[in-house]
């Protein structure tokens, strides 16, 4: 679906769209005006007023906007009209019902049930496949440590169950038994290994690795943060108030997704003080190690020339608004193109060029930047899943609780797209040195 589609399916569900005497009246995303949309032919009565462009095209609508003029192809208006055109019901007493066509998002249903019948059955054998690929512990003196691989499998497979760590014990041996992992341990092991802060580097790796199968896939990526509460409080004596106060405390997740799949290529796990835009340029480091970037959109959180530079620096195009009142006037329009339709010699960085087209061609920006909205429906997915509150009672142990949870997610994000997509069943190759 391009972009134009997506904003006509957005001005037809969120905007009233009219029928006038002639033809129909599409309110403008960008301001207050609006747009006259027309079938073909046009009267002659419509030309002579100057209401529609004379037709120059076989299409069979026409619409007063600049991009139909421009392109001669359906603009997102002409899109609208067709999404919300009334079906006409003629009847044989010579009444007509007229009834609303409801915009609705197409789903493959066949491949999404397929997908979610068999989602358990596939996610364990590729759990194990990408847990193989940490490599064993050297052996050492006195008790033999439990094989890295099958502490890894327990822990994400405890979190993807919802579980609690007694009644993951059942789990646990069904593991052994159907040779997903090696060893039966006690479920206080897999909660010692769970909040063990040398797993965090190891989750975390996993994480990026899980999403490999997809890099052929994504090219679009969107950067934001969400917070998953713990079953601690923070208490205080508020002086103002004479008394005390309590709330409950939040981990952070910083993560960058890819918009197609809703994938995590990349996180990072803090507490809740940590602000965004530190954070942007390690996961787009991470994410364009692993995937060919085209473009990045984020929220005005991570509006900084650094992060727009970083963005660029990679040969893609960052989608970041920019806020009420930033710092520097904007340079000054020349004449040369930089954009289609914008022509400017504005210092050579990717702040300034950004910023042009923020302010001259907004509308086409704001297209761009609406995908940002697929971080937080990965965010949804993760939560609605997998719980948006954390069973752990140390830091550790809910920052490793929230990569598992991120680790699962992109499992069944591939899962998916195995039978969405036809994606072959992934392989992550052999182990590696941890």
């Keep these: 679906m391009d972009a134009r589609t997506l904003r006509g399916m957005e001005i037809a569900a969120t905007m009233p769209v009219e029928r006038g005497a002639d033809g129909w009246i599409v309110p403008s995303q960008s301001g207050p005006g609006t747009y006259l949309v027309v079938p073909h032919p046009t009267t002659t009565r419509q030309v002579a007023l100057g209401l529609v462009p004379p037709p120059t095209t076989n299409q069979p609508w026409s619409c007063t906007c600049p991009d139909f003029e421009l392109r001669g192809q359906p603009c997102k208006h002409v899109i609208a009209v067709e999404y919300v055109i009334r079906r006409e019901t003629h009847h044989s007493d010579g009444s007509v019902v007229t009834e609303e066509v409801k915009v609705t998002y197409s789903q493959p249903w066949a491949a999404y049930n397929a997908a979610q019948m068999g989602e358990k059955r596939t996610f ?44 993951y014990s059942t789990d646990v041996e069904e593991a052994a038994e159907d040779g997903f992992t090696d060893v039966d341990p006690h479920f206080n092991t897999v909660l010692r290994y769970l909040r063990d802060p040398a797993m965090t580097p190891i989750l975390a790796g996993l994480v990026r690795l899980s999403a490999l199968p997809l890099a052929g896939v994504e090219q679009d990526f969107a950067a934001d943060s969400t917070g998953f509460s713990t079953c601690n409080y923070a208490r205080w004596y508020d002086h103002k108030w004479g008394k005390e106060q309590v709330k409950r405390e939040w981990v952070k997740l910083h993560a960058m997704t890819g918009v197609l799949t809703n994938v995590v290529t990349s996180v990072e796990v803090t507490g809740r003080g940590t602000h965004d835009s530190p954070l942007f340029r390690p996961l787009l480091a991470e994410t364009a190690e692993n995937f060919t970037i085209r473009e990045v959109s984020a929220d005005k959180a991570y509006s900084s020339k650094a992060n727009l530079q970083a963005v660029d620096d990679l040969g893609a195009t960052p989608f970041i608004p920019f806020k ?49 909205s697929n971080a937080e429906t990965t965010f949804w997915m993760i939560k609605s899943k997998f719980g948006e509150s954390l069973r752990s009672k140390s830091e550790i142990g809910q920052f490793n609780e929230v990569l598992c949870k991120v680790i699962a997610h992109n499992l069944v994000c591939v899962i998916h797209a195995m039978h969405e997509l036809g994606l072959a069943t992934p392989t992550f190759g052999p182990a590696v040195a941890r």
């Design 124 to 167: 364990l054998p590729m759990l194990k496949d990408l847990c193989g690929t940490l490599s064993r512990p050297q052996k050492r003196r006195g008790r033999p440590a439990m094989p890295l691989s099958d502490m890894a499998f327990l822990c994400v497979s405890k979190v993807y169950s919802g579980f609690s760590g007694r009644r």
């Design 324 to 372: 009420a009142s930033p710092v520097g006037p904007v340079p000054a329009i020349h004449s040369t193109e930089l954009f289609p339709g914008i022509t400017t010699t504005a210092p050579d960085s990717a702040w300034a060029r950004m910023r042009h087209y923020f302010m001259y061609q907004r509308d086409t920006f704001l297209s761009h930047y609406h995908k940002r």
